[in-house]
């Protein structure tokens, strides 16, 4: 009885051991490997960016990103240290005909409401004025008045009225 036991776990290790074989003979010669001259280095190219066709309006830090001149209290000049902005913004609109800009006037809270829509409108057309002396066609700029309608700052202390004190300018 033993024997035969032995004989059927010897048959059935082998049938096992059939079964678990694997087709691919491991004895086949390798296949030869063919040199073609690579040292070893990426080959593989990558193309530059072409910074330099973005629009100047886009970048973040650039002087057209600047679009808002602010004014002292009750007053509607252009300070001398946003010439600079006004310059560059009609530079820009001279070399880009097909631009519009509406200028937005505004001012702080204080005040009437006529008071201040007739000091925005100053404020802005000021803006425009100066936009126009330095070439730009009046076709390209709208100057229109918010008031204290649109304010920056929402406090009421003098940190914010200055804030408020500004003509926006604003691309279409």
Do not use: W
């Not at 990103?65 to 006004?86: C, G, L, M, N, P």
Request: hydrophobic share 40%; glycine share 6%.
């Amino acid at each position: 009885m033993l024997n035969i036991r032995n004989f059927a776990l010897v048959v059935a290790s082998a049938i096992l051991l059939a079964a678990c074989s694997s087709p691919v003979k491991l004895d086949d010669k390798a296949v030869p490997v063919v040199d073609s001259g690579a040292t070893g280095a990426d080959t593989r190219s990558v193309n530059t960016v072409d910074a330099g066709s973005s629009d100047p309006l886009n970048q973040p830090g650039g002087i057209l990103s600047k679009r808002s001149i602010y004014f002292d209290f009750d007053s509607y000049t252009v300070k001398d240290e946003f010439k600079a902005v006004v310059e560059a913004h009609a530079q820009y609109l001279n070399s880009h005909k097909n631009r519009k800009i509406i200028i937005q006037g505004n001012t702080d809270d204080r005040g009437g409401r006529e008071y201040n829509l007739a000091l925005g409108q100053k404020r802005a057309e000021a803006v425009r004025k100066a936009l126009v002396l330095l070439g730009v066609s009046d076709t390209q700029v709208e100057a229109v008045s918010l008031g204290k309608e649109k304010p920056k700052a929402l406090g009421s202390d003098e940190a914010s009225y200055a804030e408020n004190r500004r003509s926006d300018i604003v691309y279409q």
